[in-house]
């Protein structure tokens, strides 16, 4: 199992990105996906999540209405879609495999992609 994510980048405050995280190894469709940052000196914290089949998505509330999460089972890829992008949105990004329980937490994950920086400057 291995998931590999790509996408981020330098920007300026107002752009946009979209991240995307590749997996292989086991049945994409059956799990759901979850997208989690680390900025510098803070814990990882959860972004999105997306359901097996992409009908439901679940956002923090500090980014609701600026991030989409997606995902294409055929290419067995999850995205990260963030627009509007901030300073403070400056952090590394993880994509995870849900296994069970809440998708918040970052033990509800067993596996973890390299991570992307992203750095938005002023």
């Known amino acids: 199992v291995q998931l590999q994510a790509s996408g981020g980048g330098l920007v300026q405050a107002g752009d946009s990105l979209r991240l995307s995280c590749v997996a292989s190894?086991?049945?994409?469709?059956?799990?759901?996906m979850g997208w989690f940052r680390r900025a510098p000196g803070k814990e990882r914290e959860f972004m999105a999540a997306v359901t097996g089949s992409g009908t439901a998505t679940y956002y923090a509330a500090s980014v609701k209405g600026r991030l989409t999460i997606s995902r294409d089972n055929a290419k067995m890829t999850v995205y990260l879609q963030m627009n509007n992008l901030r300073p403070e949105d400056t952090a590394i990004y993880y994509c995870a495999r849900f296994t069970g329980g809440r998708y918040y937490s970052t033990r509800s994950y067993d596996t973890w992609g390299q991570g992307t920086q992203v750095t938005v400057s002023s």
């Open positions: 190894g086991y049945t994409f469709s059956s799990y759901d």
